[in-house]
């Protein structure tokens, strides 16, 4: 292999390994924003459950839909 080849596949290797990372790093940040956003919907959920409990109503107490 021609020194040219090989000096194209590492330039190569190393695009690939950095566009590798920042992806990684875009993946562990939306992992904690989903996480902070999932508990403070949670958060939300219990306030409003307890300030005005009749409007929060539970899955398991409505029927089934008409179809089953």
């Known amino acids: 292999m021609s020194s040219e080849k090989i000096v194209d596949l590492e330039t190569r290797i190393a695009f690939l390994e950095d566009a590798q990372q920042q992806l990684s790093d875009v ?3 939306q992992e904690r924003e ?3 956003l999932l508990r ?3 958060d939300l959920e219990e306030q409003l459950r307890q300030a005005v409990p009749s409007l929060v109503a539970d899955a398991s107490d409505e029927p089934p839909p008409p179809h089953y």
Do not use: D, F, L, Y
């Open 34 to 36: 989903i996480g902070n």
């Open 27 to 29: 993946i562990a940040r």
């Open 40 to 42: 403070r919907a949670a």
